[in-house]
């Protein structure tokens, strides 16, 4: 057995089961479960072991590991690129942040997760549970015969409360990437497993963030393909917050074109262009609005009067401010090193990514 400090949560644990004899065993399933565990959810943090040749074992990736307790006595969990659902019943005991705990058999889908994985320990030790701690914020469940204690800490189940799974106006990233999936990752019509598929996306993707929600026990997220695209929803656990150019993450409102219609720009200076064909480039005012990771807004004087507005994001030349009035759409944009030579209609224009990115 290992010696271990005594004001460890997984020693006070121990010590609390002994006392108040916690190794019953549930027959039924609650028809409604302790209020201080039900409708909760929790990410994995480690499971501590008493046999000193396997110790403790961290997830790498804890966002892969994650379990919501249904008040009607449902769970549901995500366990790596598995999911497992099933019942859970709990008996608190008088002061409530103990008690008896039990898991009732899961039914889990049998993918082959790439190694290392806890996916196949979580389930097989989730019949040996018998009961739970809750302290310090964390949740942590005790296997019979002081086998070992699984660390849970709190997982938000409201995505506006989270950074991440906010819309960029709250805060959030403004665009998504695919990430931890070997075949592509399910767009779907709507936030649930049972929709339409829509396509697969490629794992480095790049989404726009349009909002998350928790839909079935887990969060969906509304996204589009960058740039104008295909609209729809994936899981929350296949994306992560899409990295720019520069090596930032662009978060919180693109208010880039807000700013340089109201002249407020971060940098001003001259870049070659040209307003109509045949016409030899030459150089030409121009202010630019930066809001983060690659956004920004480009004004340029044209040499005859009047100005044009180019968009970027996440480095990249998306459009003009063109109109019907201009009389002509066409967008079309070619690089050349670290040099966007963006064509409008019949003007051109040379914008390097230092006016971009700033530097």
Same mark, same amino acid.
């Given at each position: 057995?290992?010696?271990?400090?005594?004001?460890?949560?997984?020693?006070?644990?121990?010590?609390? =089961?002994?006392?108040?004899? =916690?190794?019953?065993?549930?027959?039924?399933?609650?028809?409604?479960?302790?209020?201080?565990?039900?409708?909760?959810?929790?990410?994995?943090?480690?499971?501590?072991?008493?046999?000193?040749?396997? $110790?403790?074992?961290?997830?790498?990736?804890?966002?892969?590991?994650?379990?919501?307790?249904?008040?009607?006595?449902?769970?549901?969990?995500?366990? *790596?690129?598995? +999911?497992?659902?099933?019942?859970?019943?709990?008996?608190?005991?008088?002061?409530?942040?103990?008690?008896?705990?039990?898991?009732?058999?899961?039914?889990?889908?049998?993918?082959?997760?790439?190694?290392?994985?806890? &996916?196949?320990?979580?389930?097989?030790?989730? &019949?040996?549970? +018998?009961?739970?701690?809750?302290?310090? $914020? *964390? =949740?942590?469940?005790?296997?019979?015969? &002081?086998?070992?204690?699984?660390?849970?800490?709190?997982?938000?189940?409201?995505?506006?409360?989270?950074?991440?799974?906010?819309?960029?106006?709250?805060?959030?990233?403004? *665009?998504?990437?695919?990430? !931890?999936?070997?075949? /592509?990752?399910?767009?779907?019509?709507?936030?649930?497993?049972?929709?339409?598929?829509?396509?697969? =996306?490629?794992?480095?993707?790049?989404?726009?963030?349009?909002?998350?929600?928790?839909?079935? /026990?887990?969060?969906?997220?509304?996204?589009?393909?960058?740039?104008?695209?295909?609209?729809? @929803?994936?899981?929350?656990?296949?994306?992560?917050?899409?990295?720019?150019?520069?090596?930032?993450?662009?978060?919180?409102?693109?208010?880039?074109?807000?700013?340089? $219609?109201?002249?407020?720009?971060?940098?001003?200076?001259?870049?070659?262009?040209?307003?109509?064909?045949?016409?030899?480039?030459?150089?030409?005012?121009? /202010?630019?609005? +930066?809001?983060? !990771?690659? @956004?920004?807004?480009?004004?340029?004087?044209?040499? @005859?009067?009047?100005?044009?507005?180019?968009?970027?994001?996440? $480095?990249?030349?998306?459009?003009?401010?063109?109109?019907?009035?201009?009389?002509?759409?066409?967008?079309?944009?070619?690089?050349?090193?670290?040099? *966007?030579?963006?064509?409008?209609?019949?003007?051109?224009?040379?914008?390097?990514?230092?006016?971009?990115? !700033?530097?």
């Amino acid at each position: 057995m290992k010696k271990a400090d005594s004001r460890s949560p997984l020693v006070l644990f121990s010590l609390i =089961l002994a006392s108040i004899g =916690l190794l019953m065993i549930m027959t039924t399933v609650a028809a409604e479960q302790p209020g201080s565990l039900a409708d909760t959810e929790w990410q994995l943090v480690e499971f501590q072991s008493m046999d000193d040749a396997i $110790g403790t074992i961290r997830p790498d990736d804890p966002t892969r590991y994650t379990m919501r307790l249904g008040a009607d006595g449902s769970v549901s969990m995500q366990l *790596n690129c598995n +999911r497992a659902t099933g019942d859970w019943s709990a008996e608190p005991s008088a002061e409530g942040t103990t008690g008896s705990f039990r898991f009732g058999p899961l039914a889990m889908t049998r993918a082959l997760c790439p190694p290392p994985s806890m &996916d196949e320990r979580i389930a097989r030790d989730a &019949d040996y549970v +018998r009961g739970y701690l809750l302290e310090s $914020g *964390n =949740l942590y469940l005790s296997l019979m015969a &002081d086998a070992g204690v699984y660390a849970w800490e709190p997982l938000h189940s409201n995505p506006a409360g989270s950074d991440d799974y906010a819309l960029p106006d709250d805060g959030g990233p403004r *665009n998504w990437q695919v990430s !931890g999936v070997s075949r /592509g990752l399910n767009l779907r019509e709507e936030a649930s497993l049972q929709a339409k598929i829509l396509k697969g =996306l490629p794992a480095g993707t790049v989404l726009d963030n349009l909002g998350c929600k928790q839909a079935g /026990g887990r969060i969906w997220c509304d996204v589009q393909e960058f740039g104008g695209g295909m609209r729809g @929803y994936v899981a929350a656990e296949y994306v992560k917050p899409a990295v720019s150019p520069d090596g930032s993450v662009a978060r919180g409102p693109d208010l880039s074109a807000e700013r340089a $219609g109201k002249g407020k720009f971060d940098a001003t200076g001259t870049l070659r262009c040209t307003e109509a064909a045949g016409q030899p480039l030459r150089e030409c005012d121009f /202010g630019v609005a +930066r809001a983060g !990771g690659g @956004y920004s807004t480009v004004v340029v004087t044209k040499p @005859y009067g009047g100005s044009r507005a180019i968009f970027f994001r996440m $480095g990249k030349p998306i459009g003009a401010d063109t109109s019907e009035a201009d009389g002509y759409h066409e967008f079309s944009v070619t690089r050349e090193n670290d040099l *966007n030579r963006i064509q409008v209609g019949p003007e051109r224009y040379e914008i390097p990514d230092v006016v971009v990115f !700033g530097g």
